[in-house]
């Protein structure tokens, strides 16, 4: 009895481990895709809403970009990442939206602010934008670099 029983259970094994031929490999799906696209925004290229130092100001940069189509808009993912000390051994990405809180004194005493990196997508274009929480937009952002990786 105990023969019947081992034999068959090492029949159902053999017969239920084999495997047939790898099939054709199917459609990529949602979330398969993506793309890594680089942007610079040198200081001069910074735009001005607003006056300079005047409530609420602040500056941004658009760039045409026929990658994120409709389809990304809609059905995609984006996420944006400000680039620091890029090409340098200490080079870092950090995630947008970006706060980053600073402080300064002279002789009328401390001062602080906190300056603002965030983006905007929409098809067909892309949007890059500085805040400082006081407004002092006199003062220009420095050049920036910015990754988005988009995937769908």
Not at 74 to 96: A, D, L, R, W
Not at 113 to 121: A, L, R, S
């Amino acid at each position: 009895m105990r023969k019947k029983l081992f034999l068959l259970s090492v029949s159902t094994l053999l017969l239920l481990s084999c495997e047939g031929p790898i099939g054709p490999p199917g459609e990529p799906g949602e979330g398969m895709n993506w793309q890594v696209l680089t942007y610079t925004v040198h200081e001069g290229d910074w735009k001005l809403v607003g006056g300079k130092d005047n409530l609420n100001s602040y500056y941004i940069y658009e760039f045409d970009e026929n990658l994120l189509t409709n389809f990304i808009y809609e059905s995609g993912n984006v996420f944006g990442y400000v680039i620091f000390n890029p090409g340098q051994n200490n080079e870092t990405q950090t995630p947008m939206p970006h706060m980053i809180p600073l402080g300064d004194s002279d002789p009328g005493g401390e001062f602080f602010w906190q300056e603002y990196y965030t983006f905007d997508f929409m098809p067909g274009s892309i949007a890059f934008y500085v805040y400082y929480s006081d407004f002092q937009t006199s003062i220009r952002p420095p050049t920036c670099d910015f990754r988005i990786v988009m995937n769908w």
